[in-house]
Protein backbone atom coordinates (compact mmCIF):
# COMPACT_ATOMS: atom_id res chain seq x y z
CA UNK A 1 0.00 0.00 0.00
CA UNK A 2 1.55 3.59 -0.97
CA UNK A 3 1.27 6.16 1.88
CA UNK A 4 1.46 9.56 1.16
CA UNK A 5 4.95 11.72 0.52
CA UNK A 6 6.41 13.60 3.13
CA UNK A 7 5.71 17.14 3.67
CA UNK A 8 9.62 17.72 2.34
CA UNK A 9 9.06 15.52 -0.48
CA UNK A 10 5.31 17.25 -1.44
CA UNK A 11 6.69 20.55 -0.84
CA UNK A 12 9.74 19.19 -3.61
CA UNK A 13 7.22 18.33 -6.26
CA UNK A 14 5.22 21.54 -5.86
CA UNK A 15 8.69 23.18 -6.54
CA UNK A 16 9.59 20.91 -9.21
CA UNK A 17 6.03 22.08 -11.05
CA UNK A 18 6.77 26.02 -10.35
CA UNK A 19 10.14 25.64 -12.05
CA UNK A 20 9.25 23.48 -14.82
CA UNK A 21 6.07 25.95 -15.28
CA UNK A 22 8.17 29.35 -15.06
CA UNK A 23 10.78 28.23 -17.92
CA UNK A 24 7.54 28.69 -20.97
CA UNK A 25 6.11 31.70 -18.49
CA UNK A 26 9.59 33.04 -19.05
CA UNK A 27 10.85 32.27 -22.12
CA UNK A 28 7.26 33.09 -24.42
CA UNK A 29 5.99 35.85 -22.47
CA UNK A 30 8.33 37.68 -20.07
CA UNK A 31 11.20 38.13 -22.23
CA UNK A 32 9.06 39.51 -25.17
CA UNK A 33 9.67 43.03 -23.11
CA UNK A 34 13.83 42.76 -23.75
CA UNK A 35 14.56 40.56 -26.68
CA UNK A 36 13.81 41.85 -30.39
CA UNK A 37 10.45 40.90 -31.24
CA UNK A 38 11.10 38.89 -34.09
CA UNK A 39 12.27 36.30 -32.30
CA UNK A 40 8.52 35.31 -31.49
CA UNK A 41 5.46 34.13 -33.73
CA UNK A 42 2.92 36.28 -34.20
CA UNK A 43 0.72 34.05 -31.81
CA UNK A 44 2.99 34.65 -29.17
CA UNK A 45 2.89 38.24 -29.75
CA UNK A 46 -0.34 38.49 -29.64
CA UNK A 47 -0.96 36.38 -26.44
CA UNK A 48 1.18 38.92 -24.78
CA UNK A 49 -0.63 41.76 -26.71
CA UNK A 50 -4.29 40.34 -24.78
CA UNK A 51 -2.61 39.61 -21.95
CA UNK A 52 -0.96 43.37 -21.34
CA UNK A 53 -4.85 44.71 -22.69
CA UNK A 54 -6.90 42.72 -20.33
CA UNK A 55 -4.87 42.95 -17.05
CA UNK A 56 -3.61 46.50 -17.94
CA UNK A 57 0.05 45.57 -17.37
CA UNK A 58 2.28 48.42 -18.05
CA UNK A 59 5.57 46.10 -17.51
CA UNK A 60 5.48 44.08 -20.21
CA UNK A 61 4.22 46.26 -23.28
CA UNK A 62 6.50 49.03 -22.73
CA UNK A 63 9.43 48.41 -20.09
CA UNK A 64 10.68 51.04 -18.23
CA UNK A 65 14.32 51.47 -18.13
CA UNK A 66 14.86 50.03 -14.29
CA UNK A 67 12.89 46.75 -15.42
CA UNK A 68 15.38 46.19 -18.60
CA UNK A 69 18.15 44.48 -16.27
CA UNK A 70 15.96 42.85 -13.98
CA UNK A 71 14.98 40.66 -17.18
CA UNK A 72 18.44 40.33 -18.40
CA UNK A 73 18.87 38.73 -14.95
CA UNK A 74 16.08 36.50 -16.01
CA UNK A 75 17.25 35.42 -19.00
CA UNK A 76 21.22 34.67 -18.06
CA UNK A 77 20.66 33.66 -14.73
CA UNK A 78 17.28 32.69 -13.68
CA UNK A 79 16.21 30.46 -17.14
CA UNK A 80 19.21 28.51 -17.46
CA UNK A 81 18.42 27.65 -13.09
CA UNK A 82 14.87 26.25 -13.85
CA UNK A 83 15.85 23.55 -15.20
CA UNK A 84 18.31 22.42 -12.71
CA UNK A 85 15.99 22.99 -10.06
CA UNK A 86 13.05 21.38 -11.77
CA UNK A 87 15.40 18.20 -11.68
CA UNK A 88 16.50 18.54 -8.29
CA UNK A 89 13.19 19.33 -6.71
CA UNK A 90 11.70 16.42 -8.88
CA UNK A 91 13.96 14.25 -8.00
CA UNK A 92 14.35 15.29 -4.55
CA UNK A 93 16.76 15.17 -1.84
CA UNK A 94 19.48 17.19 -4.09
CA UNK A 95 21.45 18.88 -1.04
CA UNK A 96 23.33 20.63 -3.49
CA UNK A 97 20.24 22.91 -4.58
CA UNK A 98 20.09 24.65 -0.89
CA UNK A 99 22.76 27.58 -2.01
CA UNK A 100 21.39 28.16 -5.86
CA UNK A 101 17.83 28.14 -4.53
CA UNK A 102 18.72 30.78 -1.44
CA UNK A 103 20.31 33.19 -3.67
CA UNK A 104 17.30 32.25 -6.54
CA UNK A 105 15.12 33.34 -3.65
CA UNK A 106 16.41 36.32 -2.52
CA UNK A 107 17.34 37.69 -6.01
CA UNK A 108 13.53 37.10 -7.14
CA UNK A 109 12.00 38.54 -3.92
CA UNK A 110 14.48 41.59 -4.25
CA UNK A 111 13.14 42.14 -7.86
CA UNK A 112 9.71 42.01 -7.08
CA UNK A 113 9.35 44.69 -4.23
CA UNK A 114 9.83 47.71 -6.97
CA UNK A 115 7.78 46.07 -9.26
CA UNK A 116 4.32 45.04 -6.84
CA UNK A 117 5.16 48.94 -5.18
CA UNK A 118 4.88 50.38 -8.68
CA UNK A 119 1.35 48.30 -9.53
CA UNK A 120 -0.17 49.08 -5.61
CA UNK A 121 1.36 52.72 -5.67
CA UNK A 122 1.67 54.26 -8.73
CA UNK A 123 -0.71 56.91 -9.82
CA UNK A 124 -0.65 55.65 -13.63
CA UNK A 125 -3.78 58.57 -14.76
CA UNK A 126 -0.91 61.03 -14.56
CA UNK A 127 1.50 62.23 -17.50
CA UNK A 128 4.71 60.30 -17.60
CA UNK A 129 5.46 57.05 -18.87
CA UNK A 130 2.55 55.18 -17.95
CA UNK A 131 0.03 57.53 -18.40
CA UNK A 132 -3.17 55.62 -18.93
CA UNK A 133 -0.97 52.16 -19.08
CA UNK A 134 -1.72 50.59 -16.20
CA UNK A 135 -4.62 49.41 -13.67
CA UNK A 136 -6.98 52.17 -12.70
CA UNK A 137 -9.26 51.19 -9.73
CA UNK A 138 -7.95 48.86 -6.39
CA UNK A 139 -9.41 45.38 -8.01
CA UNK A 140 -7.64 45.55 -10.96
CA UNK A 141 -4.45 46.54 -9.21
CA UNK A 142 -5.05 43.68 -7.30
CA UNK A 143 -5.53 41.30 -10.25
CA UNK A 144 -2.54 42.32 -11.33
CA UNK A 145 -0.77 41.95 -8.53
CA UNK A 146 -2.12 38.57 -8.43
CA UNK A 147 -0.42 37.24 -11.06
CA UNK A 148 3.29 38.66 -9.99
CA UNK A 149 2.70 38.16 -6.06
CA UNK A 150 3.20 34.16 -6.38
CA UNK A 151 6.89 35.10 -7.88
CA UNK A 152 7.75 36.87 -3.91
CA UNK A 153 5.47 34.60 -2.24
CA UNK A 154 6.90 30.87 -3.56
CA UNK A 155 10.49 32.03 -3.66
CA UNK A 156 9.70 33.22 0.10
CA UNK A 157 8.66 29.46 0.69
CA UNK A 158 11.37 28.13 -0.94
CA UNK A 159 13.94 30.39 1.24
CA UNK A 160 12.25 29.69 4.34
CA UNK A 161 12.28 25.58 3.16
CA UNK A 162 16.26 25.53 2.41
CA UNK A 163 16.93 27.44 5.43
CA UNK A 164 15.07 25.76 7.73
CA UNK A 165 14.10 22.21 6.53
CA UNK A 166 16.60 19.81 8.41
CA UNK A 167 17.37 17.82 5.23
CA UNK A 168 19.09 20.96 3.52
CA UNK A 169 20.99 22.10 6.69
CA UNK A 170 24.40 21.52 6.02
CA UNK A 171 26.52 19.19 8.35
CA UNK A 172 28.46 20.27 10.89
CA UNK A 173 31.81 19.12 10.17
CA UNK A 174 33.75 18.31 13.80
CA UNK A 175 36.91 19.52 14.46
CA UNK A 176 39.91 17.28 14.21
CA UNK A 177 42.14 17.27 17.82
Known amino acids: MMGF ?7 EWLLGFYFLSH ?24 LLQWYVQ ?6 LQ ?21 PVATYAFFKGGCKWIRTPAIIY ?4 MTTLVPILSVLLLE ?8 KGR ?12 SFYAPYFLVPLVLLLFML ?14
Open 62 to 82: HPPLWLKPMLLCELLLQLPFF
Open 23 to 46: IPITAFIDLQALLPRELYSVELRN
Open 123 to 130: DFSKAGRF
Open 134 to 145: GPQTMPERLTLV
Open 105 to 108: SAHV
Open 54 to 59: EFKDPF
Open 164 to 177: RSPHYKPEEKRKKK
Open 5 to 11: PSARRGL
